[in-house]
């Protein structure tokens, strides 16, 4: 499983964009609290709902830090 989400990575970086690999990564974390608990579904999907852009804003702010 971890592999997998390497190569993914990987995949994306090499021949997407940032925004691309980033909505991929969201799609995957999605796909992964649907297979999980129920009872947990809520938690998991906490943040997902960020856009790219807010994203990149914060990761910019950190950096700048």
Request: charged fraction near 25%; charge should be neutral.
């Amino acid at each position: 499983m971890k592999s997998t989400l390497i190569l993914c990575l990987l995949l994306c970086v090499s021949g997407c964009s940032n925004k691309a690999a980033y909505q991929n990564l969201q799609l995957n974390k999605q796909q992964q609290c649907m297979r999980g608990p129920a009872a947990e579904y809520d938690k998991c999907m906490q943040g997902m709902d960020q856009s790219y852009e807010e994203y990149e804003r914060q990761r910019r702010e950190a950096i700048e830090q």
